[in-house]
């Protein structure tokens, strides 16, 4: 059962209606999936976004439709932003089947702290802020934790085969394919951390001013 609910509504309005729709604190969004046929509808803008925050795209969503029958497996597939405010002004919403595999991202989070990075002796690169995997619909998690605190010098690397996940979850990304590194540092941002003593302020020199003499003139005879 999914841990988190979202209500909607089924929308009449599409095309350029749609805006009205925002400006009552509405979202539009589209269901779809392999045994769902597709219908417009209408989220209440606050509950999706405190959804998204919370579920994100990889955790399953319980949505009810008009108020009616039961929760539906969902993921959020795709939001769409408003460029300038970041507000969502349009959902895609696919409707799971229990027992069908699914493809989907989950991202990485790091956890821990680096010895080589919190002592300046390298850069912490990360190469992956997600990866791709299948797995049925209730196996899937949240994000993939990936320990730091073993990075403790240059060169060394967490790779995708060294990712720790459950039973069930198989990862499409190559296995050498890195998700984070210890760099070694360029010449430049190794002399930004060392601390040079200030320099000497080196007096000013005050020199008088040369006096012109004016040149001698002979007496006339």
């Keep these: 059962m999914a841990q988190f609910q979202l209500s909607a509504t089924t929308r009449e309005v599409k095309g350029k209606q749609v805006s009205q729709l ?3 604190g509405l979202v539009p ?13 209408a989220l209440p803008k606050r509950e999706f976004d405190l959804v998204l925050r919370q579920a994100g795209m990889t955790q399953l969503v319980g949505l009810i439709i008009d108020g009616q029958g039961e929760a539906r497996n969902i993921l959020v597939r795709d939001v769409q932003r408003n460029i300038l405010t970041g507000e969502p002004i349009h959902a895609d919403l696919y409707e799971v089947v229990m027992t069908d595999v699914i493809t989907t991202e989950i991202p990485i989070v790091l956890i821990g702290v680096s010895p080589a990075a919190s002592h300046d002796a390298g850069v912490l690169i990360q190469g992956l802020n997600s990866v791709q995997v299948e797995c049925l619909p209730g196996d899937l998690i949240p994000e993939i934790k990936v320990d730091i605190s073993g990075l403790a010098e240059v060169h060394q690397s967490i790779t995708v085969a060294d990712l ?3 039973a069930g979850i198989k990862v499409l990304a190559e296995a050498d394919e890195m998700v984070v590194t210890i760099s070694p540092m360029r010449a430049e941002e190794a002399e930004a ?3 040079e003593a200030p320099a000497a302020v080196e007096p000013e ?3 008088k001013p040369k006096v012109e003499e004016e040149p001698e003139t002979k007496a006339k005879s």
């Design 22 to 24: 925002r400006r009552e």
């Design 29 to 41: 969004a589209v269901l779809y999936g392999r045994l769902t046929q597709n219908a417009s509808l």
């Design 164 to 166: 720790v996940l459950p």
């Design 193 to 195: 951390v060392v601390e």
């Design 205 to 207: 020199r005050i020199t």
